[in-house]
């Protein structure tokens, strides 16, 4: 008991560090968890329920039933009482019963999105996410953004092993498999941005495989698709750009695509609008130089297993050309770092 109170109190130490942001699933501004957290608390009724009359129950004989002054041998033996036996066979049955129905209900209404939802293609990559709206015809890596007070249906699949998409304050938790496509949706009645994680160990970097879930006012939503899609890399402005391009263009275009260039690579996160981000690494680092230059130069440095390979023929110029040339591909007027933390 000593041993398990310590390692809940070690858990509960480590949970507090985590004030970064409120991740929980108990967050009822989202229809999904609403449902989950409904069927959680009457799971946990139940249980209450059953603990208190069976440890009652337990307790009682216990203390009614002890051996008194000079009582020796065996008590009074009987055997078989139908009316007790029938009744905590119904019991039980009555309870799973109704569990089960309510868990059934709560896996529908997971599975079920709303016909007026938007859509996006999710798929898992060894240790990143990807965005896809065939609606909009615009991708996104590592931030998922959404409208408020909008369904969003997803469908998830994976490019290499199992992972699993899950924004706990929002829902998901779906597993993202090679080859299957499963569906879940879920809706942010909130703007700001929120926490997402795969939850399927599925590597070095499993803990590094995050992403962000930005939910905006659905005009703001609309314009972003709108200018996302009509995106085409702006011309580098200043020498340093224009040799940050020329780098990109030699050692990074063949797995990162930037939108509207001859980056047109696959095997990478897509790196159009890369200076709207406000993380990189999938989630991992907020996204500012000082965190870029060493994901850039050897990435398997800061984050296991990555399959970014290190340039060590980058000079130190040529790394912050790099962080000038991503820093300016943008989309002007969207600052989605200022949104609050959720
Ligand atoms: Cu992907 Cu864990």
């Known amino acids: 008991i000593v041993l398990s109170s310590l390692g809940l109190l070690l858990l509960g130490l480590a949970l507090a560090q985590n004030d970064v942001q409120n991740v929980t699933v108990f967050d009822t501004s989202s229809p999904i968890n609403r449902e989950v957290s409904q069927l959680f608390w009457i799971t946990m009724g139940f249980a209450a329920l059953i603990f208190t009359v069976v440890f009652g129950a337990l307790i009682y004989s216990i203390v009614k039933f002890r051996a008194r002054g000079d009582e020796k041998g065996e008590p009074p033996q009987f055997h078989g009482n139908d009316r007790l036996e029938i ?3 119904l019991i039980p049955l009555g309870i799973v019963a109704v569990l ?3 868990t059934a209900k709560t896996l529908f209404a997971i599975g079920t999105p709303p016909e007026e939802g938007i859509e996006v ?5 060894q240790f990143w996410w990807d965005f896809y709206y065939p609606e909009y015809d615009v991708r996104t890596s590592n931030e998922l953004i959404i409208p408020v ?4 249906k997803f469908e998830v699949t994976s490019k290499d092993v199992i992972h699993s998409f899950w924004a706990p304050n929002l829902g998901g ?3 993202a498999i090679p080859g299957v496509t499963t569906r879940t949706w879920f809706q942010a009645e909130e703007p700001g941005i929120y926490y997402g994680q795969c939850a399927e160990l599925c590597g070095a970097s499993h803990a590094n495989m995050r992403f962000r ?5 659905e005009e703001e939503f609309e314009n972003f698709m709108r200018a996302a899609r009509a995106y085409k890399a702006p011309e580098p402005v ?3 750009e224009e040799r940050g391009q020329q780098i990109f263009a030699q050692s990074c275009a063949s797995c990162h695509r930037v939108q509207g260039t001859a980056a047109q690579g696959t095997l990478g996160p897509d790196l159009s609008y890369f200076g709207n981000r406000t993380t990189l690494g999938a989630g991992v680092w907020p996204n500012k130089p000082e965190y870029l230059k060493p994901w850039i130069m050897n990435s398997t440095d800061v984050k296991p297993g990555s399959e970014m390979p290190a340039f060590p023929q980058l000079t130190e110029e040529d790394v912050e050309a790099l962080v000038a040339y991503l820093d300016s591909l943008r989309l002007e007027g969207f600052d989605f770092s200022e949104l609050p933390k959720r």
């Not at 293609?121 to 990559?125: D, E, I, R």
């Not at 007070?149 to 969003?152: E, F």
């Not at 879930?213 to 006012?217: E, G, L, R, S, T």
């Open 87 to 89: 009744l905590w066979t």
């Open 100 to 102: 089960f129905a309510l």
């Open 121 to 125: 293609q999710v798929t898992g990559y």
């Open 149 to 152: 007070g909008r369904a969003v």
């Open 173 to 175: 938790k779906i597993d």
């Open 213 to 217: 879930v930005i939910a905006v006012p």
């Open 238 to 240: 200043s020498p340093r």
